[in-house]
């Protein structure tokens, strides 16, 4: 059910910027704040918090967990030794979305309405299928990110994510992927990702103030976008 109403709030916004012309920043972080508000004065409203507790109570939470909450001890008793399977869902997730990218018909397709979308139109691409495919497959992916949250702890606070949507911006910039699209990678992407969180914990476990995280961040993202920038010009000129 919760993969059916994420997949909906995909097709909903794919379906708003095609339909508006609107930039799809502005669409989605207007529903964002909109399912926001919903998640944190629904939840409250039904149970009295927004914390919900106990999930591990639920028929059949241990099946699924063993799909994305389950992790191997590969250090004994000392901490950090635990080795999570959401590592494996983002190795294979990168790996298929790597595959599409390149190596298939609709990988072509969505370079080609990300960097041209009147040329792909003009050349037969199916655009707005395109678009609102990628969406849903963005809503998709926030799902599966959920998933392996809420099955790690038998815990959920309604409020978990909020705040981070612009570090997931940041990950996507300092790995290749440029705002204006046309450009980037799900490897790129997934490295990105790797270094924010390398930085997060390390600044942690290095007892540094974990405000100079930001700093950190507002630096790479602009190094980021400046070496992106360069990058498309050189390879614009060799072409």
């Known amino acids: 059910m919760s993969l059916l109403v994420a997949l909906f709030v995909g097709l909903v916004n794919g379906i708003l910027v095609m339909r508006t012309g609107l930039p799809s920043f502005i669409v989605t972080l207007g529903t964002f ?8 004065a629904g939840t409250k409203a039904l149970i009295g918090q927004v914390a919900i507790q106990g999930l591990s109570n639920v028929p059949f939470y241990d099946q699924a967990k063993a799909v994305f909450g389950t992790s191997i001890d590969i250090n004994g008793s000392r901490p950090g030794g635990a080795l999570y399977i959401s590592v494996f ?3 294979g997730v990168t790996a298929l979305a790597t595959w599409v990218l390149l190596r298939t018909k609709v990988g072509n397709w969505i370079f080609a309405v990300g960097g041209a979308q009147t040329s792909a139109r003009q050349v037969g691409v199916p655009v707005f299928k395109t678009k609102v495919g990628l969406f849903m497959m963005t809503s998709a992916a926030g799902w599966l990110v959920g998933m392996l949250l809420v099955f790690r702890t038998s815990t ?4 978990t994510g ?5 570090i997931y911006i940041i990950c996507a910039v300092v790995g290749g992927c440029l705002m204006t699209g046309g450009y980037g990678s799900a490897i790129g992407a997934a490295l990105g990702a790797l270094i924010y969180s390398m930085v997060n914990m390390g600044i942690v476990y290095s007892g540094w103030e974990n405000d100079w995280l930001f700093a950190f961040l507002g630096v790479m993202l602009l190094v980021a976008v400046l070496l992106n920038e360069w990058v498309r010009k050189r390879a614009e000129l060799a072409r």
């Open 156 to 159: 959920v606070q309604a409020g």
């Open 89 to 91: 869902w983002w190795i």
């Open 33 to 40: 704040f909109v399912l926001q508000g919903v998640n944190l």
């Open 162 to 166: 909020v705040g981070q949507e612009f």
